[in-house]
């Protein structure tokens, strides 16, 4: 088993709002197994993105526990020090949000290029590796040494798609990666997501796109307000969600 949470819940204190409490992640339970796929699935506002950043530590859980497998070892990503968390971002779990936190006057290719070189990856290599993965996600060559700054929402996307997987990470996270892609370059997301796949990576995806969970996703595990409502196998999801 890659992962394992455990009555995961984050509540959000709104000092501004005279403390007022929001449940984002409410006692949340399920499992991962190595190498599985699994969706997250949801209306607006249950909960997903907020379930991500736990796992990511982006959002430090109120109580509960997110076991991951590493290596031989089981760190509980809900309590563990900041060090860990930071090595293992460096090294075993990526990351993608929507939108690219941008590094100003950095070209594409660097950004994508750059979680490589900090693993200690020669400069040309890496820059290498990044433009292979900019080219299956179809971004133009011409953009490869431009700023994301004026890319647009899809070809940010794909620079910030191709950046999460360089390193080939052990577990990936992604909050909803493809939502601004058009169906072409969607269909090559999907392609690059199961060549991870089958380098044994595993992944729990935020997806909007009903097409890309039934493309790749083994399991749907469904969220409403905040709360686990149900966890079904892909054939299932169109049932369980329409
Ligand atoms: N940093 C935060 N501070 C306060 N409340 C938050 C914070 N992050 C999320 N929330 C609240 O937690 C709840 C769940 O939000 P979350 O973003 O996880 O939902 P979501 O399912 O990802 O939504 P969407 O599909 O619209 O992106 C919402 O009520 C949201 O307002």
Redesign the pocket.
Known sequence: MALSIENLSKT?E?HILDNKR???VDDISFTVDDGEFVAVV??????????LKCIYRT?EPSSGAIVYQNGEREVDLATCDEREILRLRENAIGYTSQFLTEIPRVPAVDVVARPLREQGMATDVARQRAEELLSRLQLPSELWEAYPATFSGGERQRVNLAQALATDPDLLLLD?PTSALDPDTREAAIELLRDALDDGTTVIG?F?NADVVEAVADRVVV?DQ?RLQRIVDVDEYQEAVV
């Open positions: 959000f709104m929001v449940v984002g949801g209306e607006s506002g249950s909960g997903k993105s907020s379930l959002y909803e935020v909007h969220v905040a």
